[in-house]
């Protein structure tokens, strides 16, 4: 079945750089767009970054520009989001989504918490 298995969440001081990871299986990841998403307590889910299917083509949030990184293994099925220079206001549950057409998955999420 559809997976989205998200690690490498954690607990990291302020200016200090986590990496996840997106592991897809059950269907045919190189054909999806890939994207990160984030939700903080009592806040609206929101869009992180986003990666065309080969991986030609980023966007990010304007809060984290310049800071997080996507990027996707096709090999490995896997999409990455580094971040750094994280702030408390980067403190959320994240989540993993892959789209095509109409089709979309979600991951379960991990916890990325950032505070000295």
């Known amino acids: 079945q559809v997976q989205l298995v998200e690690s490498g969440g954690g607990l990291v001081q302020p200016g200090g750089s986590l990496r996840l990871s997106c592991a897809a299986s059950?269907?045919?990841?190189?054909?999806?767009?890939m994207s990160w998403f984030r939700q903080a307590p009592g806040k609206e889910r929101e869009l992180v970054a986003a990666?065309?299917?080969?991986?030609?083509?980023?966007n990010y949030a304007d809060s984290v520009k310049g800071r997080f990184t996507i990027s996707r293994d096709n090999a490995k099925n896997t999409v990455y989001l580094q971040m750094s220079s994280l702030k408390p206001e980067d403190t959320a549950v994240y989540y993993c989504?892959?789209?095509?057409?109409?089709?979309?998955?979600w991951g379960q999420g991990t916890q990325v918490t950032v505070s000295s």
């Open positions: 989504n892959a789209k095509y057409r109409l089709a979309q998955h």
């Open positions: 059950g269907f045919t990841f190189r054909w999806y767009a």
């Open positions: 990666i065309t299917s080969i991986g030609d083509s980023t």
